[in-house]
């Protein structure tokens, strides 16, 4: 089974900076690859799919980008509703995973 | 709007059984995927189970092959999941997904507010 690992596990940043988080496959997926974010107590909301495509509604700060097995979330300018963990999932064929997650604070 | 309302969580005891469901509304219900995907208290979000428009498709994750099994009902626009044999490690929050097409392949979207079940004695 392909297996999804984040990183970082978690970070904290100031609000106005530009975050990054890393999603790597074990094995190529090409770009079936969606992003996540649940806020604390809430329901998982889908940002990005397609590795690079926003889902409508959600602020252009966020953006996704990677193919293969190296896949990036990019907020280019941290806010406080931003906090939250972020999970990416690999979606091209079952067993459907998930990355264990990157909880994202301010600093 | 798409709405899912997952029921059917509770306390049960280890070796017992549970069926949760998820009633959908707001969509063709029989135009698209469903999936389960449970958190357990503090950790992250992890793929139960998923079922195409027509059943004809089905998956499970290797944690719980061959003790749950997933099923819809179209006519009623209704989800389930018949757990067998729960384990102390089942204990989660179940969320029902809808997916994006008729195949269990896809990002999901919208995502129910969870039915919690806890498995202890």
């Known amino acids: 089974d392909i297996q999804m690992t984040q990183s970082p596990s978690s970070l904290s940043a100031s609000v106005g900076d530009r975050v990054t988080i890393t999603c790597r496959a074990s094995q190529g997926i090409s770009n079936y690859l969606a992003w996540y974010q649940q806020k604390p107590g809430k329901v998982p909301k889908l940002l990005i799919y397609?590795?690079?495509t926003l889902q409508s509604g959600v602020p252009s700060r966020f953006s996704g980008s990677g193919s293969g097995t190296d896949f990036t979330l990019t907020i280019s300018s941290l806010q406080p509703e931003d906090v939250a963990t972020y999970y990416c999932?690999?979606?091209?064929?079952?067993?459907?995973?998930f990355g264990q997650g990157t909880r994202l604070e301010i600093k | 709007e798409v709405q899912l309302v997952e029921s059917g969580g509770g306390l049960v005891q280890p070796g017992r059984s549970l069926r949760l469901s998820c009633a959908a509304s707001g969509f063709t219900f029989d135009d698209y995927a469903m999936h389960w995907v449970r958190q357990a208290p503090g950790k992250g979000l992890e793929w139960v189970s998923g079922?195409?428009?027509?059943?004809?498709?089905?998956g499970y994750a290797d944690s719980v092959k061959g003790r749950f099994t997933i099923s819809r009902d179209n006519a009623k626009n209704s989800l389930y999941l018949q757990m067998n044999s729960l384990r102390a490690e089942d204990t989660a929050l179940y969320y029902c997904?809808?997916?994006?097409?008729?195949?269990?392949?896809?990002?999901?979207?919208?995502w129910g507010q969870g039915t919690l079940v806890t498995v202890s004695s």
């Open positions: 999932q690999k979606y091209n064929s079952a067993p459907i995973t």
């Open positions: 997904a809808k997916a994006i097409g008729p195949t269990v392949t896809g990002w999901f979207d919208p």
């Open positions: 079922i195409s428009w027509n059943s004809g498709s089905i």
């Open positions: 397609a590795a690079s």
